[in-house]
């Protein structure tokens, strides 16, 4: 567990993180060792001369004022510990996010990373500040005491220390038997969360078809699921529970029976019998505690091993000695790439000389989307090689790639902020006359005109408060301030309304002007535009040519727009 | 303290917790014998010394009678503490799966346009997370904290019958504790805590903003300056938490040093010996002090303890109960029954704000056999017109219609099987494609499932999936967005309604889906009333009605031809729209036709 902690840390805390574990120790280790001083004192006051007792309660006063000190500098050593740690993970964590593939990014990850990255993690930390003490002084102290039980009586000490091992397998073996039960249970929880979320979702449908509640089986039964994963939960872990206390309380019936059999022989003295079984009550409480710690400890173990197994996943890895693209040119060489266990790109070659336009049309998940992402470096090939400027694009440093594309995507997230800031992306050091040129060349002065606040209005989160093709406008209007050579642009028409859409293609002709581009796009009128016309399926190029060529030569390209053109003017009126 | 006088305090409605009141009061009531019994080899010990430490001969009987009442004891405590915490965990589990229960059943009676206004995430984390945090109230709360208090009220009161003076000084450890309690409550750390909630809340917010815009952060350059903002928020939240954290470190710690054994015990044996020096106390009777006296500080410890769970055990309960009390749209007494299927919108207002109408008076009557085309620039409201059809929001003034009865006065299930719509979000359950199209209408046979996909243009596809149409969508296959709209238009054709609402989505994602799309309105077409946000210009022109909208207001409708030739604002937009598209229709000179 706490090699796990440190793991994820990372080396840096670790010293701090050990200081300040053996400074719980030496503090749990004091306590045990003041308790030595009953003995004396607890025979002087149970014999005949309890007056005696007097020096020994004072120095048993000066080991607790000691025990104080040493338990205030511990507790703030793990606070501190745990804030410092704390604010070094989120950095980490943040900074690896921010390097992860966007490949990795997938729709269910959104919600996971913000859980871990929010509740999770404070979860996570919280196991020193919180928890820590408690667990190294539940087994420290108990340790240190049955070693002044040794110490004073050999006999009673032996039946003492025979709890040692139980203790520690039954640890063990509950540890093992829980993390199997807590697995099944963190993924039937994970299982009815999304249930939820599409029984929220898909609520007008399921009226429709009065499915409610208890009506939607594949909802209920998944909650039913859970229900039945924590009672596996409770019963794995009830007998490691019970198995503990049985083993506490045997030994302490065990001391009970022995102290007693050994007072009545005379072998030993009340006064230590009595002080002996004290403190073995000592021992008792901390020890049971245990199972309520680990479970804790559990919760907070799941946590940890989720961030670690994010942590280790490796990023694309940055070029030792990056090269420099040399042109705008792109190109796919006998490319192939796999995702979810399919070959979404094969064996594809193809190259866009600088300055060209080049429309990929296809099917629906015919793979266009990736051939973008490929060049953007989103995800790294599994063969062959994608080349922007006559460039390996794994041998270009991430930020001289980025620095030469700029993409505009189907769906467009904006940031929470105006519609100013959005834009100052494509470029934070741009001045203000430069972000209103851009925002003019998209045409986003209208729609600024029509908002409350105008340049200071606030898109809202995602952008929820503009509609789609405003948040479309928004950015081209980012990806023109950015000025890139490559240009990438993803089916940005399909999800516009005509106003839009017209506003859309001024700005979108405006960013394609003297750069090389590469559109995915399923209306022709975008596709017209473009020098040469890919027709792309099952991730190969099945037709290659000009527009109007390929419609000539009548094969699936032209098919493909056969049904997509109706009779486009009604007979009643043109 | 027991959960059911919580449930009456907190639910003044319907009791969340009362069902379980019986069950709840068998776990309290093994914990509290449970724990109880757990003091009796204490007292064994106690007794011990009493015999061992009396003058005279020593009674071996009484002392193995001591022992083995005290080994009973352990028994007990082990088998009842055991009973009670099986028992609260399985009364959890039931009680989390009826609050879960509940919360489906009445998120499936809210007006669908209460979504609209909530994030998905937030009522999924309600019905998951949420009801988990009340895990601790339900299985530990009761028996836990409720022994923690009946556990030293028994010890004190026999502390007491030993001897009053030195009771009185064991409890001035817990006296100390609970001093200090006042400074943890200052008006100082309250405002920390709020502010360490609302920094919490912050850094929630900036994960996701930061993972959901990922892709535009990378895309944008500089990944150093992309999660800044989650880094802020972060050494913000990491700030408070460590002030907050230092402004309760001394208090905290003081207040574990006075519960922490030794200091307790060294208080006792203070006490003791004095007494005992000055002849006012039998030596055997420091033993029980020293051994229960420890034990009196459980209650301050437990409140410590279980104070956060139990404070964001709360926390959820009110979120719980935030879903629970959201009032569903009000279903008729006495439903009643449309006459025809003529959909008529009278006077028609509506605003999502109070102070902003989207829909500025409508009057429109859809007609039976009619299409019905709705135009107009985006902003115009006619995405909530159609949302008023199948009653997602009931009109803040005036009313609609079908076949003569008002929408309020029609039973709903009654009226999802008169009204189907397709609109753009289409959303496809983890379930196999059969059951994605048979949705609404989920007895209906294998073979009009077919005949709907096929209508749909979606049957070849289906084909070619693993296990056709049993195959179980996100799991076994994965659907573009596209062929997720077709199956959404099979779903329509499928469910069969007299009436049809259509948004001809700005995001039909491919050729052969406006193909469908096109072939479903043709099929559905006869006597059915068709309402369709129209965004091609055939559509428009192929309907029977035109509804021009501006600014939440009908300014011109007729029939196609009829508003062309006005040469009104329709026309106008009817020009700019063939100029926009004008690109698209050039090729077809080219084809073959």
């Known amino acids: 567990m706490i090699r796990m902690l440190l793991r994820v840390l990372g080396h840096e805390y670790a010293r701090a993180m050990r200081r300040t574990v ?5 503090t749990a280790m004091a ?89 999770g993690l404070l979860q996570a930390m919280g196991v020193s500040a919180h928890l820590l003490a408690p667990f190294v002084s539940a087994l420290v102290t108990p340790a240190t005491i049955v070693a002044v039980m040794l110490a004073f009586d050999w006999q009673l000490g032996l039946a003492a220390l025979a709890a040692a091992p139980v203790v520690a397998a039954i640890q063990a073996w509950t540890a093992r038997s829980t993390a199997a039960a807590d697995a099944d249970r963190h993924e039937r929880d994970k299982e009815a969360a999304g249930r939820v979320i599409e029984y929220l979702q898909a609520q007008p449908v399921l009226r429709a078809g009065g499915r409610t509640g208890e009506r939607f089986e594949a909802l209920d039964d998944s909650l039913r699921e859970v229900r039945r994963a924590s009672r596996r939960t409770v019963l ?102 796999r995702h979810g266990g399919r070959r979404v790109i094969d064996d594809l070659s193809l190259s866009v000389p600088p300055g060209q336009r080049l429309a990929v049309v296809g099917p629906s998940g015919a793979g266009k989307s990736t051939l973008l992402q490929l060049l953007a470096r989103f995800h790294d090939v599994d063969a062959g090689a994608v080349r922007v400027g006559g460039v390996d694009v794994r041998a270009i440093s991430t930020e001289a790639l980025m620095a030469r594309i700029a993409i505009v995507f189907q769906n467009v997230y904006l940031f929470d902020g105006t519609i100013e800031e959005n834009i100052r992306l494509g470029r934070p050091g741009a001045g203000e006359a430069e972000v209103r040129a851009a925002a003019t060349a998209a045409r986003l002065d209208e729609v600024i005109e029509r908002l409350p606040g105008g340049w200071a209005a606030n898109v809202g989160e995602g952008g929820a408060l503009l509609s789609g093709g405003e948040r479309q406008r928004v950015s081209i209007a980012r990806a023109l301030l950015k000025d890139a050579p490559v240009v990438l642009l993803d089916e940005v028409t399909s999800a516009l309304d005509p106003v839009n859409e017209a506003a859309v293609h001024e700005g979108i002709e405006r960013l394609m002007a003297g750069r090389t581009v590469v559109m995915v796009a399923h209306r022709m009128r975008t596709v017209r535009r473009a020098d040469r016309v890919v027709f792309l399926d099952g991730g190969r190029v099945v037709e290659e040519g000009g527009h109007d060529e390929l419609l000539r030569r009548g094969g699936r390209y032209a098919a493909f727009w056969e049904i997509a053109i109706p009779a486009a003017y009604p007979r009643s009126l043109s | 303290m027991t959960t059911t006088g919580l449930a009456q305090e907190e639910d003044p409605s319907p009791p969340l917790l009362r069902p379980y009141g019986w069950s709840f009061a068998g776990v309290v009531l093994l914990q509290v014998i449970g724990a109880v019994a757990g003091l009796a080899p204490l007292l064994a010990v106690v007794e011990l010394g009493r015999a061992l430490l009396s003058p005279g001969p020593v009674d071996h009987g009484q002392v193995w009678l001591v022992v083995i009442a005290g080994a009973a004891g352990l028994l007990v405590r082990l088998l009842f503490t055991a009973a009670s915490s099986g028992l609260g965990h399985v009364l959890d589990g039931r009680v989390q799966l009826a609050l879960r229960r509940r919360l489906a059943e009445r998120l499936g009676r809210v007006p669908i346009g209460w979504f609209s206004r909530r994030r998905t995430g937030e ?44 009771t009185l000084i064991t409890l001035i450890p817990v006296v100390l504790a609970v001093a200090l309690v006042p400074l943890l409550m200052l008006p100082a750390r309250l405002r920390e805590q709020e502010e360490y909630d609302a920094a919490m809340g912050r850094i929630a917010n900036a994960v996701v903003e930061f993972v959901q815009g990922i892709a535009v952060v990378k895309a944008f350059g500089g990944s150093e300056r992309a999660h800044r903002r989650f880094l802020t928020a972060a050494d913000d939240f990491v700030g408070i938490f460590s002030r907050w954290v230092r402004g309760m470190s001394a208090v905290a710690a003081g207040m574990q040093l006075a519960l922490s054994p030794p200091f307790v015990l060294l208080v006792v044996l203070i006490g003791g010996a004095a007494l005992i020096t000055s002849g006012g106390l039998a030596p055997a009777d420091l033993l029980p002090f020293l051994l229960l006296g420890l034990g009196l500080t459980a209650p301050v410890a437990a409140l410590g303890h279980g104070f956060d769970d139990l404070q964001a055990a709360r926390r ?46 409508i009057d429109l009557v859809l007609e039976p056999g009619t299409v019905t085309a709705l135009v107009g620039p985006s902003g115009s409201g006619k995405s909530t017109l159609v949302q008023l059809l199948p009653r997602f929001f009931d009109p803040t003034h005036g009313a609609v219609l079908l076949g003569g009865a008002d929408l309020r006065e029609i039973d709903s299930r009654e009226l999802y099987r008169l009204v189907s719509f397709v609109f753009q979000d289409v959303r496809l359950l983890r379930a196999s494609v059969a059951d994605n199209i048979a949705l609404a209408v989920p007895r209906a046979g294998h073979d009009d499932v077919v005949r709907a996909a096929r209508l749909a243009g979606i049957h070849d596809r289906v084909l070619e999936l693993p296990r056709g149409y049993d195959t179980v969508l996100g799991e076994e296959a994965e659907l573009s967005g596209g062929e997720a709209q077709r199956i959404s238009i099979a ?61 939440g207001a009908i300014v011109e409708r007729g029939s196609p031809a009829e508003l062309l030739a006005r040469g009104g604002r329709f026309a106008a937009f009817w020009q700019s729209h063939r100029s926009a598209v004008a690109g698209d229709a050039v090729p077809q000179g080219d084809e073959p036709r």
């Open chain 1, 31 to 119: 306590e045990g060792l003041s308790y030595a001083l009953l003995v004396p004192v607890l025979r002087a006051l149970l014999g005949s001369t309890p007056a005696d007792a007097w020096p020994w309660l004072i120095a048993f006063g000066a080991a607790v004022a000691g025990y104080a000190v040493l338990r205030y500098l511990s507790d703030l050593a793990g606070m501190r510990v745990g804030t410092t740690m704390l604010r070094g993970m989120y950095h980490r964590l943040g900074e690896h996010l921010a390097r992860l593939p966007i490949g990795w990014y997938s729709s269910g990850r959104v919600g996971e990373v913000s859980v871990m990255a929010s509740r």
């Open chain 2, 316 to 361: 959820a309960v009110g979120r719980i109960k935030d879903v629970l009390d959201v009032r569903s749209l009000p279903e008729p007494a006495r439903p009643a029954t449309p006459l025809g299927h003529r959909v008529e919108l009278r006077g028609v207002r509506f605003g999502y704000e109070a102070d902003r109408e989207v829909l500025r008076g």
């Open chain 2, 491 to 551: 779903r329509a054709l499928l469910a069969d309604t007299p009436v049809l609402v259509l948004d001809e989505a700005t995001a039909f994602a491919d050729p052969q889906t406006e193909q469908a799309v096109r072939r479903a309105l043709a099929a559905l077409a006869g006597e059915r009333t068709i309402l369709v946000i129209a965004h091609r210009l055939e559509t428009v022109a192929d309907a029977d009605t035109v509804v021009m909208l501006d600014d």
């Open chain 1, 236 to 337: 794995a872990t009830l007998p490691g529970a019970v198995g503990l206390t049985l083993a506490v309380q045997t030994v302490f019936t065990v001391l009970l029976v022995l102290g007693a059999y050994l007072a009545l022989g005379g072998s030993i003295g009340a006064a230590e019998v009595l002080t002996i079984l004290v403190l073995a009550a000592r021992c008792a409480d901390p020890l049971l505690s245990l199972s309520d710690i680990g479970g804790k400890l559990r919760g907070a173990r799941s946590e940890l091993a989720r961030l670690d197994a994010v942590l280790r996943t490796e990023p694309l890895p940055e070029p030792a000695e990056p090269v420099q693209p040399e042109h705008a040119g792109l190109e796919f060489d006998a490319v192939t790439f």
């Open chain 1, 22 to 26: 053996a400074l719980m120790t030496i």
């Open chain 2, 123 to 166: 009522l999924a984390k309600v019905v998951g997370e949420d009801v988990s945090a009340v895990h601790p109230f339900i299985a530990h709360a009761p028996g836990e904290l409720v022994s923690a208090f009946v556990v030293p009220l028994v010890s004190l009161v026999y502390l007491f019958s030993v001897d009053w003076r030195l």
